[in-house]
């Protein structure tokens, strides 16, 4: 084995953990292989003798690349058009935990909770991911930042405030959620109003991701009639069209992908990764649609 093939397999040991941390930090799958993969050329062009600890020269490496993008990011989403959802990761319901994103899988993958660290600072969410769901000691976090510790221990107690009073409930069994989602589904592709509006908490919210590739809801919707007709509607416009329902983890919750072919309405074509958050009580208190193309490159529809 060549010094190059050892590096190479040993960075590959890591490989999983940088791009669950990564993912957490950026929120695109596509982002956080990409900060990785540099990583990875930095690692190979070190000095040797400067990598005391791989794991954790890499996990500051990929977390300052990630910074950097994530400040970039801010301003690209600023003008975003509509809503904006982090990037889904997307498996069958009998795959077993995907070997990078969903490593060391758990709350902090949720959509839900990725979404309440859109609303931290990027070095707020980078000491948070670090510390607080990783276990990175103050002193690496310091390092990630370029500060002191004692103001990495503050910017990460900031953001953990912000995270608890934003959290998500916990998510519910997948037994409890699949019950839910398939009354939901039901009333959803069959028209029934009331039936709908049944399974939807009072606070109910709909995103919906388009980026202004495709036709999507500029602002979230909030109620249940709102979001029942909102949902509805859809289904309606696509009278004509292919659909295909198939059920899959999002993020290792149930959702599902819907993939509208082009029928006689092209306003709903394309693919749609349907997330309902169903709550302890039993009811859908979310519904993230993710339209966007360009976070669906990795989706496919089997079955």
Same mark, same amino acid.
């Given at each position: 084995?060549?010094?190059?093939?050892?590096?190479?397999?040993?960075?590959?040991?890591?490989?999983?953990?940088?791009?669950?941390?990564?993912?957490?930090?950026?929120?695109?799958?596509?982002?956080?292989?990409?900060?990785?993969?540099?990583?990875?050329?930095?690692?190979?062009?070190?000095?040797?003798?400067?990598?005391?600890?791989?794991?954790?020269?890499?996990?500051?490496?990929?977390?300052?690349?990630?910074?950097?993008?994530?400040?970039?990011?801010?301003?690209?989403?600023?003008?975003?058009?509509?809503?904006?959802?982090?990037?889904?990761?997307?498996? /069958?319901?009998?795959?077993?935990?995907?070997?990078?994103?969903?490593?060391?899988?758990?709350?902090?993958?949720?959509?839900?909770?990725?979404?309440?660290?859109?609303?931290?600072?990027?070095?707020?969410?980078?000491?948070?991911?670090?510390?607080?769901?990783?276990?990175?000691?103050?002193?690496?976090?310091?390092?990630?930042?370029?500060?002191?510790?004692?103001?990495?221990?503050?910017?990460?107690?900031?953001?953990?405030?912000?995270?608890?009073?934003?959290?998500?409930?916990?998510?519910?069994?997948?037994?409890?959620?699949?019950?839910?989602?398939?009354a939901f589904t039901r009333a959803t592709l069959t028209g029934d109003l009331d039936g709908l509006v049944r399974?939807?908490?009072? /606070?109910?919210?709909?995103?919906?991701? /388009?980026?202004?590739?495709?036709?999507?809801?500029?602002?979230?919707?909030?109620?249940?009639?709102?979001?029942?007709?909102?949902?509805?509607?859809?289904?309606?416009?696509?009278?004509?069209?292919?659909?295909?329902?198939?059920?899959?983890l999002v993020n290792g919750e149930l959702g599902a992908l819907v993939d509208v072919g082009e029928g006689e309405?092209?306003?709903?074509?394309?693919?749609?990764?349907?997330?309902?958050?169903?709550?302890?009580?039993?009811?859908?208190?979310?519904?993230?649609?993710?339209?966007?193309?360009?976070?669906?490159?990795?989706?496919?529809?089997? /079955?």
């Amino acid at each position: 084995m060549t010094e190059q093939e050892a590096l190479a397999r040993e960075f590959e040991e890591h490989r999983s953990r940088l791009v669950g941390v990564a993912y957490r930090i950026l929120g695109s799958v596509t982002e956080a292989e990409d900060a990785v993969q540099d990583a990875w050329l930095r690692f190979a062009r070190a000095d040797r003798s400067a990598v005391e600890e791989p794991a954790a020269w890499l996990t500051t490496v990929t977390s300052r690349l990630c910074l950097d993008r994530l400040r970039s990011a801010r301003a690209r989403r600023e003008t975003y058009v509509g809503p904006w959802l982090p990037e889904p990761w997307v498996q /069958g319901l009998d795959a077993p935990p995907g070997p990078d994103v969903l490593a060391e899988r758990g709350e902090s993958v949720r959509l839900a909770l990725l979404v309440v660290l859109e609303e931290l600072t990027p070095e707020q969410r980078v000491a948070f991911v670090l510390h607080d769901v990783f276990a990175v000691p103050f002193t690496e976090v310091a390092d990630a930042l370029g500060t002191s510790v004692a103001a990495a221990r503050q910017v990460a107690s900031r953001a953990r405030r912000t995270v608890r009073d934003r959290r998500p409930p916990p998510a519910v069994p997948l037994a409890r959620q699949r019950e839910v989602v398939e009354a939901f589904t039901r009333a959803t592709l069959t028209g029934d109003l009331d039936g709908l509006v049944r399974t939807l908490a009072p /606070g109910v919210v709909l995103r919906s991701d /388009g980026g202004g590739v495709v036709s999507a809801a500029l602002r979230p919707v909030v109620g249940p009639d709102r979001v029942a007709r909102v949902l509805i509607g859809l289904v309606t416009r696509s009278a004509g069209s292919p659909v295909t329902v198939v059920p899959v983890l999002v993020n290792g919750e149930l959702g599902a992908l819907v993939d509208v072919g082009e029928g006689e309405s092209r306003a709903s074509a394309g693919m749609n990764v349907v997330l309902p958050r169903v709550g302890p009580d039993g009811l859908v208190h979310g519904v993230d649609m993710v339209r966007n193309p360009e976070k669906l490159t990795r989706v496919r529809v089997a /079955g």
